[in-house]
């Protein structure tokens, strides 16, 4: 039979239990191993790379200087970028005699609403345009062609009285 023990006798003594150098917290351990591994690995980089080094330069020095020098390489420049063209000039509107013959221009950048060619041959000496001289008020800007609508614009329409908030009758009380 098993004795009991005496009551007299101190009980053991608890023991501590051992301290983990890992944290209990998740986040802290992964901290705590991203920076132990992080160490370990440059120690090893530390150790390896003059192996490394020496392999590599190993290998190089096996491969024959002339190799190297019998290699030949092709080297293909890109074409160089095109040139822009240059600006197209718009052609611009001027006025025509109406009562002059149709008559196809030389090359000219002016249009008119008809054919027909300049009926003055040399410019006016104090105008730098390469238009035609015109008698009249020069700042009445009138052209042949007539842009836009030529309907009176109709009125906006009238805006929707705003609703009124009317007590209801008792017979639309009813009626819900």
């Not at 006798?9 to 301290?19: F, I, N, Y």
């Not at 197209?88 to 009562?99: D, G």
């Not at 042949?144 to 009125?155: F, N, R």
């Amino acid at each position: 039979m098993i004795k009991p023990p005496p009551t007299s006798a101190k009980p053991p003594a608890a023991r501590r239990p051992a301290r983990s150098w890992l944290s209990s917290n998740p986040d802290a351990r992964a901290v705590q191993i991203g920076v132990v591994v992080t160490i370990l690995v440059h120690v090893l980089l530390l150790v390896l790379a003059p192996k490394i080094e020496r392999f590599l330069d190993a290998r190089d020095a096996s491969s024959a200087p002339d190799e190297w020098a019998s290699r030949e390489f092709q080297i293909e420049l890109a074409p160089a970028e095109p040139a822009e063209p240059p600006a197209v000039k718009l052609p611009e509107f001027v006025e025509a005699n109406p009562n002059a013959p149709d008559n196809m221009p030389d090359e000219t950048n002016l249009v008119a609403a008809q054919n027909q060619q300049v009926a003055q041959e040399t410019p006016t000496p104090e105008s730098q345009s390469d238009k035609p001289a015109s008698k009249g008020d020069p700042a009445t800007n009138s052209s042949a062609i007539v842009t836009g609508m030529q309907v009176e614009p109709t009125p906006p329409a009238a805006r929707p009285a705003p609703a009124t908030n009317e007590p209801e009758t008792p017979a639309q009380e009813a009626a819900r």
